[in-house]
């Protein structure tokens, strides 16, 4: 491991970096992202037992024979598809959107105002199995590049030139594509740190389970509950680390890379942190209303 981070290191040192990244925190930022990675990675690792780890099927004793042994016992169509793997995950991609669920039962394929991907929401999912650190990964990955998402970011850039903020980036085109870079970025980053990089080093589940049960205020109390409390892999309620010390981490790195100059100060990196968890928090009530207000949708 250490010579990969030293390989990696020297890497990261001769990587060429473009000039609105050019600062000497942007490689650092990079090598802190490779190390988690393979972190994250390597506990994957550790958590997957090898073929010849798992437990072999009894064989029947000596004194047994084909005749004393129960035959199977036959079972009906409906108590197969409820008892069989199959038939669990088509309970699971029922419950998990209004759609199929995703490359896997425990993900979906649902899109916030069917446009923005809302791949880690489960909707009445029970019982589902905990990701692994190779999914977590790849749920993000295909969220976080979506070709919907490439719009989206098109469309904060356009409003953060109208508001000129971050006036470091300038205006006109040059203003327009650096704001649009730092946006793709800043969401990216984040996507990564709070629903990949910390939830595998922690072993906490990124996803918002759904909760479609009581009135406004108590749908909407338990969503906002979710900034601060989430599950473990193991199916345990813990403090959201993933999302409060994600989103930290996310706002360091981009504030002290990519961002103009002028806007590096401690003040700022702590506004971004706060716009970044206010946004999740929006979010997530969000998602939490989403299924209702698709169905309205549908009806009319």
């Known amino acids: 491991m250490l010579r990969i981070l030293s390989f990696c290191y020297s890497k990261c040192n001769r990587v060429e970096v473009p000039e609105i990244l050019e600062t000497s925190l942007v490689r650092p930022a990079i090598f802190l992202l490779i190390t988690l990675t393979l972190l994250a990675g390597s506990l994957a690792a550790q958590q997957t037992p090898s073929p010849a780890q798992q437990t072999p099927s009894p064989a029947p004793t000596s004194g047994s024979s084909p005749a004393n042994q129960s035959p199977p016992t036959a079972q ?12 669990k995950g088509d309970d699971q991609t029922k419950g998990t959107s209004g759609t199929s669920s995703g490359t896997s039962s425990a993900t979906s394929k649902d899109r916030l105002f069917y446009a923005l991907p809302n791949f880690l929401t489960l909707e009445n999912s029970g019982h589902v199995p905990p990701l692994t650190a190779g999914q977590k990964f790849k749920v993000v990955a295909r969220g976080s590049f979506d070709p919907v998402q490439y719009f989206w970011y098109g469309f904060l850039a356009g409003i953060s030139q109208a508001q000129d903020s971050e006036p470091g980036y300038g205006q006109g ?28 080093l922690l072993h906490q589940d990124p996803r918002f389970f759904q909760s479609g049960q009581g009135g406004f205020g108590r749908r909407t109390g338990y969503a906002v509950s979710r900034i601060f409390v989430t599950r ?14 994600g989103s930290a981490a996310s706002a360091s ?48």
Do not use: C
């Open 76 to 87: 009906s169509p409906a108590a197969q598809s409820k008892d069989s793997p199959a038939g």
């Open 232 to 245: 473990t892999d193991s199916g345990r309620q813990q403090f959201n680390f993933s999302e409060i010390l």
């Open 253 to 300: 790195i981009s504030t002290y890379s990519y961002h103009p100059s002028g806007d590096r100060t401690f003040g700022n990196t702590m506004s971004v942190w706060g716009s970044q968890v206010g946004y999740d928090t929006l979010t997530i009530v969000i998602k939490e209303f989403w299924p209702d207000i698709r169905r309205k949708l549908r009806k009319k």
């Open 173 to 200: 085109a040059e203003g327009y594509g650096k704001r649009y870079g730092s946006a793709f970025a800043d969401g990216t980053i984040e996507n990564f740190m709070t629903g990949a990089v910390l939830p595998s």
